[in-house]
């Protein structure tokens, strides 16, 4: 379904810089979960919130259920960033994720 | 850390074929999910389950099956494979009470000519 709009599509980074995806949610969600999809086709569990901020390293990610948005921030990107990363949302009164589309980064020398 | 596993993780088959995907948890979850992903998309859920003998239908059940034996296996079946289920397959689970978090599988790749 369209509940999860990501943003942008594609994103290209130089080593040392940093910017932010966001996803936009057209209901209330209970939480949010950040992830990357690294070159082996992997899925690596980012973040996991149902509130506020997490930060983990260069990584930081906010949620907010009242405004129906969510931020993944990447400071100091690094070449192995690279890859394409996913917001999900669970919808309240349902135990599902809905994905966003994808953003795929590209960090480069 | 939970664990989430799946085989095959790569499957070629032909048009017209019988497949069987499997997904193993090891961690007492309640909820079991398989989702298939393509280029452009983020995962889309096709069926998903909250206990042994449970089924639920997602958002692209269209041309598979799945079963769920045992809390710890859920299974995915494709009986007459197309090429439009060439895809990277996922399979997560979660515990389904007082959080949400899903956690996922290392994907099977199949591919049907």
């Known amino acids: 379904g369209d509940q999860v709009e990501q943003s942008p599509s594609a994103l290209s980074l130089h080593e040392g810089t940093g910017s932010a995806l966001r996803c936009n949610f057209t209901?209330?969600?209970?939480?949010v979960q950040w992830f990357r999809k690294n070159s082996r086709g992997s899925l690596i569990n980012l973040f996991y919130?149902?509130?506020g901020t997490k930060e983990n390293g260069r990584l930081k990610s906010a949620f907010d259920s009242k405004e129906r948005y969510s931020t993944l921030h990447i400071r100091d990107a690094q070449l192995e960033d690279s890859g394409t990363y996913f917001c999900?949302?669970?919808?309240?009164?349902?135990?599902?994720?809905?994905f966003g589309s994808g953003t795929k980064l590209t960090v480069e020398p | 850390e939970a664990a989430v596993t799946q085989s095959p993780r790569n499957k070629v088959t032909v048009t017209g074929g019988n497949v069987t995907l499997s997904c193993r948890q090891t961690?007492?979850?309640?909820?079991m999910y398989w989702y298939r992903q393509d280029t452009g998309h983020g995962l889309r859920l096709i069926h998903y389950?909250?206990?042994?003998?449970?089924?639920q239908i997602g958002d692209v059940p269209d041309g598979y099956k799945a079963t769920r034996t045992t809390q710890e296996d859920f299974f995915l079946l494709l009986e007459l494979a197309s090429p439009s289920q060439t895809s990277l397959y996922f399979c997560?689970?979660?515990?389904?009470?007082?959080?949400?978090?899903?956690?996922f599988g290392p994907g099977t790749r199949l591919t049907v000519l």
């Open positions: 997560a689970s979660s515990t389904g009470t007082g959080g949400y978090e899903q956690y």
């Open positions: 209901t209330t969600m209970r939480a």
């Open positions: 919130l149902a509130s």
């Open positions: 999900a949302a669970v919808m309240s009164n349902y135990n599902v994720l809905y």
């Open positions: 961690n007492s979850h309640n909820y």
């Open positions: 389950s909250y206990g042994a003998g449970n089924l």
